[in-house]
């Protein structure tokens, strides 16, 4: 068993140094990196809030304190957007250029903004209200607890926010209580007074409040823990007495709950394509190369989204796996919203109900051929990608067709059987698969790619991180090894400390440059290294 545990030891060491090996740059190389840099140039902006009166911008920026980031620090700017001041004016809670400021909010009136600061104690955030009349900032709460999302009642009164580890108190020092439940508190910014609303046992997600003040819109689950996210529950919480009212029990995943006012293409031309699959009406996007010829031939992505309800949309390209670098270097990207998408209506949004890589598949297929058909792109260079959901099409795709002639497959999962048993969130599995894994294994067993690895032929390039607990590693191994025996031409990237996100730039990077260089190798009609 030792040496067992020594050798996969060493096959994961051999990921990281295959991953870091450095090689003199050719043109394409260089090519690549030039084409990615963009979306790191792009400055982000966590959050940008314009008070109501129009008068002021706030946003929260990154400041870097060391130049490889490393010590990066969340800050925050307002902006006077009446009298023409130039200069926007930082606004902190203390003189540190080091502190972590960020979760902001505008009062009904614009004349304060509410924020989170750890400028009282290192680690601990607390709430701060800035007066834009005088520039200061005073501090309401004294806190062991962890807190997030401040947000103003609609009279200015109060803020909401969420709270764990936090208990009521009338002198503002909440103590903690037993638990990890994420509730639903309220401060009156008047007396400071600290009152926690929501019940235990009860871990809300998201919250809005009513435009009368008097109760709480929120999406919740029951239990303790943020693992049953996908299962939440639409509730109403009243705000003085805490009752609370389940709403509505969806069979599937819902989110940002708000009550009514009565109580992007960076790199070239993206085009809205529809089509039919099983006599249903399916919408993807299609991002041109740069430069497009239409006389010429070029390769393509299938690029499918995450989610699984989750949605391909316009929108600037991600640091995190850029795909759209792909269109700067000659590819035409293809994002298809199959079965299971938001978006288009609850009924299609459950189209994939124990169903998963069937109709999904099928609608992705048709939307394939309906690119083909249409647009110059050469059917003997497509490939396919994908990161969580996506990344089990990915790698559900190798092993039901071969129109695919590379594939570069993010963390996923190849085996729903095992997956069920290796996470904590497992409870989002049921509304899909309609019952669990041990009470019924064929509906998990139908849809694994690990069940079809008889079939595959397509080259596939696998990336995952040692500490992601939504697609664990294990399930990238599992189809990895699988190819590796049946002498596919297959790699996989370890990156040991990133999760179910790529975080660190430099892995960042990474991620994409070496998805394209796979892509190049099968699908670009140039030599690649």
Known sequence: MRKMF?????????????????????????AIEEAIEPAFAVHRFPEVAIAPDGGHVAWVTTLLGTPDGSTAHASIFVQDLKTGVAQPTRVSAGAGSDLNE????????????VFLSNAGSEGQLELYVFDVANGGSIKLTTSPGQMASPRWSPDGKEIAFFATAFRESS????????????RLAVINVSTKKVRVISPRNLFIYEFGWSPDDKRFAVTAAPGEGDSDWWTARLYTVDAQSGETKQLWKPELQIAKPCWSPDDHALWGRAESLHWESDRARVQGWLLYPRNFDASQKYPMVVLVHGGPAGASVQHWPWQFYDAEALAALGYFVFYPNPRGSAGEGQAFTQGNVKDFGYGDFRDILAGVDRVTDTFPVDKERIGITGWSYGGYMAMWAITQTNKFHASVAGPGVSNWESYYGQVDIEKWLIPYFGASVYEDPSVYEKSSPIRFTKNVQTPTLFYVGGHDNVCPASQTYELWRALKRKGIDTRLIFYPKEGHGIE????QRDVTKQSVLWFDKYLSKRQSN
Do not use: C, M, V
């Open 171 to 182: 002198d503002a020092t909440p103590n903690p209580h037993a638990g990890s439940d994420q």
């Open 102 to 113: 960020h979760d902001i909010d505008w009062s009904p009136d614009g004349k304060r903004l």
């Open 504 to 507: 660190e730039p430099e892995n």
């Open 6 to 30: 020594y050798l996969l030891l060493i096959g994961i060491l051999s990921f990281q140094i295959t991953g870091a090996q450095s090689k003199p740059k050719d043109s394409r190389t260089s």
